[in-house]
């Protein structure tokens, strides 16, 4: 135990030492480029290389033969540094794809950064310090001792496995995207270096592993994003602080919208398209947020983090961390879509409005298609060779074509960003190393909240309690390997679907878990009946209409049988079934038998952070 | 050393938890959806180049965000304190 001790004594001079190693890295390329031409595939591939080598490292280095390092870090880990490991395991879905949302959406799409953030206030208020007080390993362990019984927990394991599947499938599915365009290799193999780096991560050291890789992910991932926006800042504006310049980037943007013609209602900065506060679109604005929100407070990948701090009071700090970490991210992402756009924008003032066919500039060419994707497009034709652009535009746009006709897809504009503004490869290698960070590091977290719920709740507490630690660990890593096997395999089938169903694990999760989950804490009299009712009654409703509504009952899309309630968009189907849930969860409690006294009196020691955790360590 | 509180101090400590949960819900809801109702009358105001209502949503309610949490944490800390309901 001496070993850990010293760990976690050194955290702030290991990890200074490791950050202060990575600038040296990242100087040594920016010099090599500058004065020896080091080729581009040499510091991309450099990039990948020694960040994946560092996780193996750290990954190896933390394995471990004890439960509850395995589950829960040993609860060890300082509230500053849980904050670091939740800000990257919040980072895969911000990094890739938001910056490209806010650059299409404009002020609508901040709908994501309200949502993504604002959940934590309801995590560190209304569970995080009671979950760690009790002391489980898993979300359905809670759901398991406070409603007793297997149903409920296995109920919390089918919401868990529904929301988080699709979510990791993506997740993989971007770390492939990401190391076949950065490295220059087939797309099917990428996927499976992805699940490499994931599984040097996690596999070994469980919880432990995947917390002090984190950390080291997240300092490479902050990096990575900030470095373009700043570098755009001082470029435009001469102060290198993005996040305040980019509101004279905004009024650039809407000088330039008025003289390119833009439709009012693309309006970078006008709020649901130019309606009213009483319009759909202001309301799916705001179901959006709520969705999210709840979303992010009952996702297990999300709250076991805050299972791994030494103390009940540190679990509260550390939710103040997570944010403020993620916070660094999110509010530089609206300030990255501006400078991206303005990019853009000027290019087509510089050339008097229209861009001429044979001024296409090359990024277009190279973003224009991957791995059978369509990223940009022009006047609806994707952008591969002049001729099929020009035939799109037609003749009455023979000399050239408008802002408007271009489309950029939103995945694509935060890795290409660097190579359309004329960064030098050591940022844009870098910027590729980040995202490679935050997909692993994300697809880290679900992987183990999969694999976790499935060896401790199904197997230890279902099939086998009698089973010692050997055997537990041995079937916890197994499983393990498997899930992220079939997720990796999933990925690799390129489902055209996925990426959507990211935003509906939200939904899910929100549905499914948090009344069960608030109920659970914030009221003694809440029944398993009321506690199994609601799940079902709440998850299933917001899952009928999702698939009913995306694919209709036939299950294929568009063929006119789809679901339509209040024209709800599927993303936001949380808003039914959370309502849902707590009324019929509270109706249900109310009519059945009252839990019994020693439940009731294990509500109120939850509620007292004194006398430590109530669930055995070795449970 | 008795690893509980007595039932007249858990429930003065409950009370109080409770306003101070409800008051943290109350902030929440109104920079998450509340503020951004009056985005349009906001954007009427420039802040340091922002529209008002833009920065509310892009940056300025994330900030009110974390606060919130910090004050929350330390709020708590002292109602845990001030009935014994602390850890050791």
Redesign the interface.
């Known amino acids: 135990m001496a070993a850990k001790g010293d760990f976690t004594d050194n955290l702030g001079r290991l990890y200074s030492i490791y950050a202060g190693g990575f600038a040296v890295f990242v100087i040594a390329l920016w010099i090599l480029e500058d004065f020896a031409g080091l080729p581009s595939k040499v510091i991309l591939w450099a990039y990948v290389a020694l960040t994946v080598l560092v996780y193996a490292y750290i990954g190896i280095m933390s394995r471990t033969s004890q439960v509850s390092e395995y589950y829960v870090a040993g609860r060890s880990v300082p509230a500053v540094y849980n904050g670091m490991a939740t800000g990257a395991e919040m980072s895969g879905i911000c990094f890739v794809g938001m910056a490209g949302s806010l650059y299409v959406l404009g002020y609508d799409g901040l709908a994501f950064v309200l949502g993504w953030t604002g959940g934590y206030v309801l995590v560190a208020v209304l569970l995080a310090p009671y979950l760690r007080k009790f002391g489980a390993y898993t979300v359905p362990d809670f759901l398991g001792t406070r409603y007793g019984g297997n149903l409920p927990r296995l109920l919390g394991i089918i919401v868990l496995f529904a929301a988080s599947f699709t979510y990791l499938t993506a997740q993989i599915y971007a770390s492939g995207i990401i190391a076949s365009r950065f490295l220059g290799i087939d797309f099917q193999i990428a996927v499976f270096a992805g699940l490499a780096g994931i599984l040097v991560c996690s596999m070994l050291g469980g919880m432990r592993a995947v917390t002090w890789t984190q950390v080291a992910q997240y300092i490479i991932l902050i990096t990575a994003y900030l470095l373009p926006a700043i570098w755009m800042s001082t470029v435009k504006t001469g102060v290198p602080i993005p996040q305040i310049m980019y509101g004279s980037i905004l009024g650039d943007i809407a000088t330039m919208e008025q003289a390119l013609g833009v439709a009012t209602k693309d309006f970078h900065s006008l709020p649901f398209d130019g309606n009213g506060l009483w319009s759909i679109e202001a309301r799916d604005f705001f179901f959006l947020i709520f969705c999210l929100m709840v979303g992010t407070a009952s996702l297990p990948h999300i709250l076991m983090r805050f299972f791994t701090t030494p103390t009940v009071r540190e679990a509260r700090k550390s939710v103040g961390w997570s944010l403020f970490f993620i916070f660094l991210l999110y509010f530089t992402a609206p300030a990255y879509a501006a400078f991206a756009k303005f990019n853009v924008m000027d290019m087509f003032v510089q050339a008097g409005g229209v861009l001429a066919y044979d001024q296409i500039p090359a990024w277009m060419y190279r973003w224009g298609n991957i791995g059978g994707n369509t990223l940009i497009s022009i006047c609806g034709a994707p952008v591969t060779d002049q001729a099929a652009v020009m035939a799109a535009c037609g003749a009455d746009k023979a000399a050239g074509f408008g802002f408007s006709d271009l489309s950029l897809g939103k995945d694509m504009i935060m890795l290409s960003t660097p190579e359309i503004a004329g960064m030098p490869w050591f940022v844009i290698g870098l910027v590729g190393a980040g995202g490679f960070a935050a997909a692993l590091s994300t697809a880290d977290g679900l992987v183990l909240a999969i694999a976790n719920a499935l060896s401790h709740d199904i197997y230890y507490k279902m099939i086998d309690p009698n089973a010692d630690t050997k055997r537990r660990l041995f079937i916890a890593k197994t499983i393990l390997l498997l899930v992220a096997l079939l997720a990796a395999y999933t990925a690799s089938k390129q489902p055209s679907d996925i990426l959507s169903m990211v935003a509906w694990a939200f939904s899910l999760a929100a549905a499914g878990l948090f009344a069960p989950l608030v109920l659970g804490v914030w009221d003694a009299r809440t029944t398993r009946q009321g506690a199994i009712w609601g799940i079902i009654l709440g998850f299933g409703v917001t899952l009928y209409y999702l698939v009913g509504n995306v694919y209709g009952f036939d299950l294929a899309k568009g063929t006119g049988d789809e679901l339509n309630w209040f024209d709800v968009k599927s993303i936001s189907a949380g808003i039914f079934g959370i309502p849902i849930s707590f009324i019929v969860t509270y109706v249900v409690s109310r009519v059945t038998p009252a839990p019994s006294r020693e439940m009731q009196d294990f509500v109120l020691r939850l509620r007292a952070p004194k006398g430590g955790q109530l669930m055995e360590q070795t449970h | 050393m008795p690893?509980?509180?007595s039932p007249e101090f858990?429930a003065a400590?409950?009370a109080k938890?409770r306003t101070?949960?409800w008051i943290?819900?109350v902030l929440?809801a109104v920079?998450?959806?509340v503020i951004?109702?009056f985005?349009?009358a906001l954007?009427g105001i420039t802040?340091?180049?922002?529209?008002l209502?833009?920065?509310m949503?892009?940056?300025g309610?994330?900030?009110v965000?974390?606060v919130?949490?910090?004050w929350?944490?330390a709020r708590?800390?002292a109602i845990?304190e001030e009935?014994?309901?602390?850890?050791?």
Not at chain 2, 47 to 51: A, E, H, S, W
Not at chain 2, 83 to 88: M, Y
């Open positions: 690893d509980r509180i858990a400590h409950w938890t101070l949960m943290c819900l929440w920079f998450s959806f951004h109702m985005v349009s954007n802040f340091v180049g922002f529209p209502g833009f920065y949503a892009a940056q309610s994330l900030v965000f974390v919130l949490i910090f929350y944490s708590q800390n845990d009935f014994g309901a602390a850890e050791d």
